[in-house]
């Protein structure tokens, strides 16, 4: 519940759903990489990825282009809005642990921050 909560807000607030800015901040990391790379590293079937990739080429924050040796390969890559929509996210997503309603202090948020990365690998 939690989590649902969570992905909701999310999304509302940044307008890109959490599945989405994950394939974004891999390709931000990664650079250009093969669409079966992204299913790979982020364990989404094949399908969830063209779709959110459809969803995010519609937006112009990512481009496709098949691979002229193997046509069956698609590369895809991060556009300049797709850069400017993730420094926005992170501007207007980090917040003290008072903003965010967490009773926490900052060392207690960073350990969990570090656990929960722990559990998503």
Known sequence: ?????TTTKFERQTGISITRYELMMFLKAHGRCS???????????SAAVT???KVLESKH????????????EV???LTADADKAITDCEANCEMPPQ???LPLTHDEVETLLHLLG???K
């Open 61 to 72: 924050y990512v481009t496709r282009e098949r691979n002229k040796d193997n046509n069956r």
């Open 75 to 77: 590369f895809v890559s």
């Open 99 to 101: 903003q965010a309603s």
């Open 1 to 5: 519940m939690v989590n649902q909560e």
């Open 35 to 45: 669409q079966t790379t992204l299913q790979n590293q982020l364990h989404i079937d």
């Open 51 to 53: 779709r959110h990739l």
């Open 118 to 120: 722990k559990l998503v």
